[in-house]
């Protein structure tokens, strides 16, 4: 959320930053109730579902960057497990029904306070229906793959670096941020 | 965050439930300046940390549920990677340096909204001083573990699998949720 301007709590506008007792990090306080208010990072889930060597992307219809393609992803939601937030976004994004295999990336974006943690899925039926979110969705082998209009950095990265494990029949966990990835071979 | 009573941008007392153009969930919404507040599921990160077949636990020092045990472990915080996050609660609750060897758990709590993002780690330094929350901090064998007193059953599910799959000598990547937990074989 934006940062508050007025206190969730009591409505009262002396809002301050300051050290909580016994807190490692500073938070936003209210001078008139107490309310301490937390910020932490969000969880965007999503999957790679391949068919015959093809990846599924969907192309944005809404802004922001309309036209880019992205893994079908999104915000986690309350009351949800990563599992279902997962097929559940892939369900919105692109009308497909999957199934998950297993996880492939928790990757960071520390200065968005974001961490994306994505599965490999099968697709298990392609209904053609998807939300407004999307303009349109469509498998792409990896040298068609339109890298140079894939929205998230970090989506381009993890999608890259899964087509190198693929190609090479060996999968493992993909675990970094930005400015370093690793991928766990999990023995 | 508590549910806010009132608008953190405008200060406003109107705040109902509704659902946004184009979303798919019902969010709070401000009748007055249109705020729309998103909540979503918090990070727990953290480490098991084995050393000779024994397993790092901390005794919480403070409320809720002083004297039980817990892997070290905590809410990830903006601008941190999840390895960071976890290898930050590792030393604020246990004093020990660590690194870390591969991720473990994707584990959801939903009825909690939480997701505990798990990593196995190795010990490079004990310093026996740690922070607040901590009465003490030991390492137990599998048999001498108190496993009626830790305190989440995230946690001890986290550690009872981790366990067995290190008796068998494979490890996973454990996904699941209090209903279902599921250890993925990453080949």
Redesign the interface.
């Known amino acids: 959320?934006?940062t508050?301007?007025?206190?969730?709590?009591?409505?009262g506008?002396t809002l301050q930053r300051g050290l909580p007792p016994?807190d490692?990090?500073e938070r936003l306080i209210c001078m008139g109730c107490g309310y301490i208010?937390?910020?932490?990072?969000?969880?965007i889930t999503g999957c790679i579902i391949e068919q015959e060597g093809k990846y599924l992307l969907c192309q944005r219809a809404?802004a922001p960057q309309a036209g880019t393609w992205v893994l079908p992803a999104g915000?986690?939601?309350?009351?949800?497990?990563?599992?279902?937030a997962a097929l559940r976004e892939v369900w919105?994004e692109s009308g497909v029904r999957a199934e998950i295999l297993?996880?492939y990336s928790?990757f960071?974006v520390?200065?968005i306070?974001e961490?994306y943690?994505i599965f490999r899925a099968i697709a298990l039926e392609i209904t053609g229906q998807y939300?407004?979110?999307t303009a349109t969705c469509r498998f792409f082998a990896p040298e068609d793959i339109p890298w140079d209009s894939i929205y998230y950095p970090a989506i381009r990265q993890i999608l890259e670096r899964y087509i190198c494990e693929r190609q090479a029949g060996?999968?493992?966990?993909y675990?970094?941020?930005d400015d370093t990835g690793m991928v766990?071979?999990?023995?």
């Not at 915000?75 to 279902?84: A, I, L, P, R, W």
């Open positions: 959320m934006r508050p301007r007025f206190c969730p709590q009591c409505g506008s016994g490692t990090h208010h937390y910020e932490n990072p969000k969880v809404i915000f986690m939601e309350n009351g949800e497990t990563t599992e279902q919105e297993s996880p928790i960071s520390p200065k306070n961490v943690i939300g407004p979110e060996v999968y493992g966990i675990v970094g941020n766990h071979f999990i023995h």
